[in-house]
């Protein structure tokens, strides 16, 4: 799905608004009205969702993608930002795997090697991310320098338990980060044998507790989900929209699942009227997405987000 540029002036122009806001009344960004430290902060949010094994670039053969994307070019777009931003968090949304000869020759490990010298904060899981199994991906997530996050999903009596984590707090320059990641349904859309007693629990009950506990109990300023949901459905199947809905303490939704290309983040707002952000930038890397935020005392301030081409 395309969005069109329409989209992102709504974004900025919100942004504007928001900051307005902000100044009048910090506690309708804020959530809460908590103290954000006692001076402005810049973080930037990278992120990407269903690479899909894409190591290399697209061949030059002429098609739509041709020449985008590579792991190569993503390092030195993530490296020019890092060297001009002091602060920084780079979340993957899932489907790491399968896609490229890569998954079927490695099962994921240059992957997550990949992932590693890029420096990746954190990620969650797709439902490629099973294709190998729960040893493989117990194999292979065991090699990663970063956390694999997933409330959503029971490992009790498998391989995983254990391995993975509900959610993290990040700490950049006294702002508290909270990231937790959730997963789409197994049933009918992976093999039974790849996910064996995993369960499945309800993502709008469990994003609930976990924004809930991030906010109150771990007092982060800013909560982000990882979701591979997908973005936006014909029917009733929970996505990041009816997420953003549904719940409260939810800052920014980081999806995945459904290849959607978004120019710019778009606004849903929660069950307290306040905006979630929601953003995806399609799949196979061929896009980095960026956000940008200010945080002033009391208060956080959007800055810009986009989409940035890989190429």
């Known amino acids: 799905m395309d969005v069109s540029a329409s989209n992102r002036r709504q974004f900025l122009k919100l942004f504007g608004t928001a900051a307005v806001i902000g100044s009048v009344a910090p506690d309708v960004l804020a959530h809460s009205g908590r103290s954000i430290g006692r001076k402005t902060t810049s973080l930037t949010i990278l992120h990407t969702n269903d690479v899909h094994s894409r190591l290399d670039p697209f061949p030059m053969d002429g098609s739509r993608n041709a020449g985008k994307g590579g792991v190569a070019r993503r390092a030195t777009l993530i490296r020019k930002i890092r060297q001009e931003q002091a602060n920084v968090l780079l979340f993957d ?72 984590k509900p959610y993290k707090v990040f700490y950049k320059d006294g702002i508290r980060v909270g990231v937790f990641g959730l997963g789409i349904k197994p049933e009918g859309l992976i093999p039974r044998s790849a996910y064996l007693e995993t369960k499945y629990l309800d993502p709008v009950e469990i994003a609930n507790n976990t924004a809930t506990q991030l906010r109150a109990k771990e007092k982060c300023d800013y909560v982000i989900c990882l979701s591979h949901l997908g973005f936006k459905y014909n029917d009733s199947t929970v996505s990041d929209n009816v997420l953003a809905a549904q719940t409260r303490n939810i800052d920014l939704i980081i999806g995945g699942h459904t290849h959607t290309f978004l120019d710019a983040p778009v606004a849903i707002n929660n069950r307290d009227g306040q905006p979630v952000w929601i953003n995806q930038v399609g799949f196979a890397g061929i896009n980095l997405g960026r956000i940008d935020l200010t945080f002033e005392p009391g208060k956080a301030v959007y800055s810009s987000g986009k989409s940035v081409e890989v190429s």
């Open 93 to 164: 949304a899932g489907d790491i795997f399968q896609g490229t000869p890569y998954f079927n020759l490695y099962k994921g490990e240059p992957e997550i090697l990949a992932m590693n010298q890029l420096g990746y904060d954190a990620g969650t899981i797709g439902n490629h991310d099973f294709d190998g199994g729960l040893d493989n991906m117990v194999t292979q997530f065991g090699k990663a320098s970063f956390p694999i996050l997933i409330a959503n999903y029971d490992f009790k009596n498998t391989a995983m338990d254990g391995r993975s």
